[in-house]
């Protein structure tokens, strides 16, 4: 970039585009939710047939559609605004330069060079020292020697016209890094030329937003910065303390941050989600589909001892070998976001309200948190700690029992806002035998869950208090045993359901209001037991035991997976709990002291 380029050039035309790209993202933003959650919504409960499907997809479709121009726009937007930023004050070095160039009355030429005239004392010749003309130097070392040889001179506008130039040089080389960083990095903000967002598409924002944050690190390091290691409050009051401008910026560069940090509103955390989400599916999928396809002949027979034994082919282990783990890593993951997907879509099916994805990563056994209604404004939160076994990729069914506990909580709230969330915030054991017997996986999940309660309630904005239960299957619960045993568990009442053990020998232990622990064991659940004699018979106590002191449930379901059938007395009485109801629930009779005489 030259001197007269720069002079000219007003950074804060790029802020003012950037507050117009700004604005198509926020359209965008409001066009998706508007078809996901009202449009769409409307013509599922008011239209069937073949006709209405094909018209939901397509809505569907476009509200997708919608949230590429809303990512993209964002990213764009940011990037002209961290380009404004680093050209602004190189900019600002470069006037400041001619300001005092100008003052000092030294001549700057086209080239940045600066001329100045004669000064200082007569020599011996009686002649006043020669003016000159110097050239702006950025290297250090060069720039030192420059320094040097000007303070050698005896007239003093050599040095004060070195210092200048220097400056302009220095103005002009940064804005020149700025232009051709930024230049290609605007240039690739763009989609292909078909209405399809595809897998490809996505893959390729996934590029943009790692590109745009590498690239605006300066510029982002100059706005106010998330807490270190803050508490829920301590974020939401960083957040709250932003302009709209870096909130974009925070979300468009660093979406993974933002959708990680308790104590944000719900809504932001979902939109900062849903693009890590979109990306990083349409990423995997596409480099599944870059895997070559396995060979079809999977499976041979040898001869093994006189027996025939059926092994696989050499074909078959040699692509495995090379890509099984990484093609069953992607598969698995797919299949989970797919769940998420069905979720998303599902909104307004049968009253089911919005869903918000309020944390996403499918980094190893992945992570992934969905709410059911806004957690924000209800009046009963319900937060479910699933068990071991539990990974992004068969999320669905936890998905489902916490849809089917908003039906329920929904039928008995009179009139009150529920929202139900799935929490696989933590890495599950994933054997019942190998792994659910080491409780670090309780311990190291914990804190993360303590922290989420909190941010609950640094984030809620209702007119009251919401009441918050949390609803915990199998290991799950022992998570919340050691996040109550660590630490202080942010909640009204606690449902265990199908409890191997929960770190702690009473419900007092629990940080709940006394009376406010309750336990649901189902006939034909080997879990209990497994917990209470699992440790070579020593009687460890569990939530099911009368010692404990939990209120214990009705539970008309059967088996260690049928507490959240629907219609059951299982999933009601969690219901009433999730709804403040406790007193409506029906509880099994004391046990009979004298059963063993009769």
Same mark, same amino acid.
């Given at each position: 970039?030259?001197?007269?380029?720069?002079?000219?050039?007003?950074?804060?035309?790029?802020?003012?585009?950037?507050?117009?790209?700004?604005?198509?993202?926020?359209?965008?933003?409001?066009?998706?939710?508007?078809? %996901?959650?009202?449009?769409?919504?409307?013509?599922?409960?008011?239209?069937?047939?073949?006709?209405?499907?094909?018209?939901?997809?397509?809505?569907?479709?476009?509200?997708?559609?919608?949230?590429?121009?809303?990512?993209?726009?964002?990213?764009?937007?940011?990037?002209?605004?961290?380009?404004?930023?680093?050209?602004?004050?190189?900019? $600002?070095?470069?006037?400041?330069?001619?300001?005092?160039?100008?003052?000092?009355?030294?001549?700057?030429?086209?080239?940045?060079?600066?001329?100045?005239?004669?000064?200082?004392?007569?020599?011996?010749?009686?002649?006043?020292?020669?003016?000159?003309?110097?050239?702006?130097?950025?290297?250090?070392?060069?720039?030192?020697?420059?320094?040097?040889?000007?303070?050698?001179?005896?007239?003093?506008? *050599?040095?004060?016209?070195?210092?200048?130039?220097?400056?302009?040089?220095?103005?002009?080389?940064?804005?020149?890094?700025?232009?051709?960083?930024?230049?290609?990095?605007?240039?690739?903000?763009?989609?292909?030329?078909?209405?399809?967002?595809?897998?490809?598409?996505?893959?390729?924002? $996934?590029?943009?937003?790692?590109?745009?944050?590498?690239?605006?690190?300066?510029?982002?390091? $100059?706005?106010?910065?998330?807490?270190?290691?803050?508490?829920?409050?301590?974020?939401?009051?960083?957040?709250?303390?932003?302009?709209?401008?870096?909130? !974009?910026?925070?979300?468009?560069?660093?979406?993974?941050?933002?959708?990680?940090?308790?104590?944000?509103?719900?809504? #932001?955390?979902?939109?900062?989600?849903? #693009?890590?989400?979109?990306?990083?599916?349409?990423?995997?999928?596409?480099?599944?589909?870059?895997?070559?396809?396995?060979?079809?002949?999977?499976?041979?027979?040898?001869?093994?001892?006189?027996?025939?034994?059926?092994?696989?082919? /050499?074909?078959?282990?040699?692509?495995?070998?090379?890509? =099984?783990?990484? *093609?069953?890593?992607?598969? !698995?993951?797919?299949?989970?976001?797919?769940? +998420?997907?069905?979720?998303?879509?599902?909104?307004?099916?049968?009253?089911?309200?919005?869903?918000?994805?309020?944390?996403?990563?499918?980094? =190893?056994?992945?992570?992934?948190?969905?709410?059911?209604?806004?957690?924000?404004?209800?009046?009963?939160?319900?937060?479910?700690?699933?068990?071991?076994?539990?990974?992004?990729?068969?999320?669905?069914?936890? +998905?489902?029992?916490?849809?089917?506990?908003?039906?329920? !909580?929904?039928?008995? !709230?009179?009139?009150?806002?529920?929202?139900? #969330?799935?929490?696989?915030?933590?890495?599950?054991?994933?054997?019942?035998?190998?792994?659910?017997?080491?409780?670090?996986?309780?311990?190291?999940?914990?804190?993360?869950?303590? *922290?989420?309660? /909190?941010?609950?309630?640094?984030?809620?904005?209702?007119?009251?208090?919401?009441?918050?239960?949390?609803?915990?299957?199998?290991?799950?619960?022992?998570?919340?045993?050691?996040?109550?045993?660590?630490?202080?568990?942010?909640?009204?009442?606690?449902?265990?359901? =199908? $409890?191997? =053990?929960?770190?702690?020998?009473?419900?007092?232990?629990? %940080?709940?209001?006394?009376? *406010?622990?309750?336990?649901?064991?189902?006939?034909?659940?080997?879990?209990?037991?497994?917990?209470?004699?699992?440790?070579?018979?020593?009687?460890?106590?569990?939530?099911?035991?009368?010692?404990?002191?939990?209120?214990?449930?009705?539970?008309?379901?059967?088996?260690?997976?049928?507490?959240? &059938?629907?219609?059951?007395?299982?999933?009601? &009485?969690?219901?009433?709990?999730?709804?403040?109801?406790?007193?409506?629930?029906?509880?099994?009779?004391?046990?009979?002291?004298?059963?063993?005489?009769?």
């Amino acid at each position: 970039m030259d001197l007269a380029t720069l002079k000219a050039l007003k950074p804060t035309e790029y802020s003012e585009a950037a507050d117009g790209y700004r604005s198509t993202s926020d359209m965008a933003s409001a066009a998706k939710d508007r078809i %996901d959650n009202q449009i769409t919504v409307a013509m599922r409960n008011s239209l069937k047939g073949e006709a209405a499907t094909a018209a939901v997809k397509q809505l569907t479709e476009l509200g997708k559609n919608f949230h590429y121009v809303q990512v993209e726009c964002g990213l764009v937007s940011t990037a002209l605004e961290a380009f404004s930023y680093e050209v602004g004050a190189a900019k $600002s070095k470069l006037d400041a330069a001619l300001e005092g160039a100008q003052a000092a009355k030294l001549t700057v030429n086209a080239d940045g060079s600066i001329t100045y005239p004669p000064s200082g004392e007569k020599g011996e010749d009686g002649k006043i020292p020669e003016g000159g003309t110097v050239s702006g130097l950025t290297d250090d070392t060069a720039s030192a020697l420059g320094r040097q040889s000007a303070n050698f001179d005896p007239n003093p506008n *050599h040095r004060l016209a070195q210092d200048y130039a220097d400056q302009i040089a220095a103005a002009l080389k940064e804005a020149t890094e700025a232009d051709e960083k930024w230049a290609p990095k605007l240039r690739a903000l763009k989609a292909d030329d078909d209405l399809t967002v595809s897998d490809k598409d996505w893959a390729d924002a $996934s590029s943009d937003t790692k590109g745009v944050s590498e690239a605006g690190k300066k510029y982002l390091d $100059s706005l106010p910065q998330p807490p270190t290691n803050g508490s829920p409050k301590d974020n939401a009051e960083w957040w709250k303390g932003l302009s709209a401008e870096e909130q !974009a910026a925070w979300v468009s560069m660093h979406p993974d941050s933002v959708g990680a940090l308790d104590g944000l509103p719900a809504t #932001i955390r979902d939109e900062a989600n849903r #693009i890590v989400f979109d990306e990083a599916r349409g990423t995997m999928q596409t480099e599944l589909n870059s895997i070559p396809a396995a060979p079809l002949n999977e499976w041979t027979w040898i001869s093994a001892g006189g027996y025939a034994s059926k092994v696989h082919t /050499d074909e078959w282990m040699e692509w495995y070998n090379k890509y =099984g783990d990484r *093609h069953d890593h992607l598969t !698995a993951s797919l299949k989970g976001m797919e769940s +998420i997907q069905t979720r998303f879509d599902a909104t307004g099916t049968n009253g089911l309200p919005e869903a918000y994805l309020l944390g996403f990563s499918p980094e =190893g056994d992945g992570r992934a948190i969905i709410a059911n209604g806004n957690p924000d404004t209800a009046d009963h939160q319900a937060v479910y700690v699933p068990g071991t076994t539990s990974e992004l990729g068969n999320i669905d069914g936890n +998905i489902d029992r916490m849809v089917n506990v908003w039906h329920a !909580a929904d039928d008995q !709230a009179d009139g009150k806002s529920v929202s139900t #969330i799935t929490w696989l915030g933590y890495d599950a054991p994933d054997s019942v035998v190998k792994d659910a017997p080491f409780e670090h996986y309780a311990y190291d999940g914990a804190p993360a869950f303590n *922290h989420f309660l /909190d941010g609950l309630e640094a984030s809620h904005s209702g007119d009251s208090e919401p009441h918050r239960t949390v609803i915990a299957h199998s290991y799950g619960t022992t998570l919340v045993g050691a996040a109550a045993q660590t630490g202080h568990l942010n909640a009204d009442d606690v449902v265990f359901a =199908g $409890s191997p =053990g929960v770190k702690v020998s009473t419900a007092d232990e629990l %940080d709940v209001p006394k009376g *406010h622990v309750w336990n649901e064991e189902a006939d034909g659940d080997p879990v209990p037991d497994i917990g209470r004699w699992g440790h070579g018979g020593d009687g460890f106590i569990i939530p099911s035991d009368p010692e404990f002191g939990a209120n214990q449930l009705t539970t008309d379901t059967e088996g260690h997976s049928g507490y959240w &059938n629907e219609n059951s007395q299982s999933l009601k &009485n969690q219901a009433l709990v999730v709804v403040g109801k406790g007193d409506d629930v029906a509880l099994k009779p004391p046990p009979d002291p004298w059963a063993h005489v009769k």
